[in-house]
């Protein structure tokens, strides 16, 4: 009975965030009558995004039951705001200090910035109560970059300027990611800047591009959130992912919204937002057109809400 019960909660959580791939993946989308959103709702003027002008792609129906599944994640997120203690995510009321990759020798004049962003790092994840990392706003040159805690710091990394990736494919051969944070507890990605894969350089010596041999079957990963856990990416330009843009991968509780992710129709494997092994996660007001799903949710993901999705190009949300 117990092996039934769980089959049963799986196919509702599976069946919750399956959306059709009919009216999600063309060019035109229907507007819906679309689930209310309990995350802070962006400012249009900053993100770009509109509610109004890009329609929700969402599953109404089975949505307002989810609705009371998920309702204890969103209240806290809620909590989050007000600098209390709710849920496993310890908020400061002291002020944070603000640290910049320029303060350890970032140049963001074209060089590779790789090193500043790991001492960067470094020290405000070793430091104590709550610190901002600041990317200003120029176009960073960064190579792979394993963003490790667990973090002393409660710790937000703030991007007004550009980290991009270096074209240089020989720096990636031992890893299958560009950035990754792994086992960083309480963290907040916030822009309004972006995130440039340079995925160009992949794409066009992809076996799905490429048929004939020389050609790669493999490419690295952009941006990817192992571990994480009462976890906020909001308000950031994704696009010209390698492989995938963004993966939450055994992560729990996560806020991700206000997302502009792109790359070109024929780019390949390119999903905008892949969800592996994670529970508790929130999915909204974001703009997705890629190459592949916009949205892919794979096993061992619960409890999964997606509102407010604007999908295609792509293979719609699945």
Request: hydrophobic content about 35%; glycine content about 8%.
């Amino acid at each position: 009975m117990a092996l039934k019960t769980q089959l049963l909660w799986s196919f509702v959580v599976v069946f919750v965030v399956s959306f059709s791939t009919t009216s999600c993946s063309g060019s035109s989308f229907q507007e819906v009558n679309a689930l209310h959103s309990y995350v802070d709702h962006v400012d249009d003027k900053e993100s770009g995004y509109n509610s109004r002008t890009y329609p929700s792609c969402t599953d109404t129906s089975e949505g307002l039951k989810f609705m009371e599944l998920i309702r204890p994640i969103t209240q806290l997120f809620s909590s989050r705001k007000h600098n209390t203690i709710t849920g496993g995510i310890a908020t400061s009321s002291a002020p944070a200090k603000t640290i910049s990759v320029d303060d350890f020798g970032a140049k963001g004049d074209g060089a590779d910035d790789t090193q500043a962003f790991e001492k960067a790092w470094k020290a405000a994840c070793s430091s104590s109560g709550a610190r901002v990392l600041v990317v200003p706003q120029k176009n960073y040159l960064v190579g792979p970059i394993e963003f490790s805690g667990p973090c002393k710091s409660q710790l937000t990394l703030q991007i007004y300027g550009t980290i991009e990736a270096s074209k240089d494919r020989s720096i990636y051969k031992d890893t299958d990611h560009w950035l990754i944070f792994d086992n960083v507890q309480n963290l907040q990605v916030v822009g309004p800047g972006t995130i440039n894969g340079n995925g160009n350089i992949w794409w066009k010596n992809s076996c799905k591009i490429k048929p004939q041999p020389p050609c790669d079957t493999y490419a690295p990963m952009a941006v990817t959130f192992d571990k994480c856990n009462n976890l906020v990416v909001k308000n950031l330009n994704i696009r010209d992912a390698q492989q995938m843009h963004v993966v939450f991968d055994n992560c729990i509780n996560v806020q991700a919204s206000r997302l502009t992710v792109t790359a070109p129709e024929d780019s390949p494997n390119t999903d905008g937002i892949h969800v592996s092994n994670t529970q508790n996660i929130i999915i909204s007001s974001s703009v997705i057109g890629t190459g592949d799903d916009c949205i892919s949710i794979v096993s061992g993901s619960q409890r999964v809400q997606a509102t407010d999705i604007t999908c295609g190009p792509g293979h719609g949300i699945r």
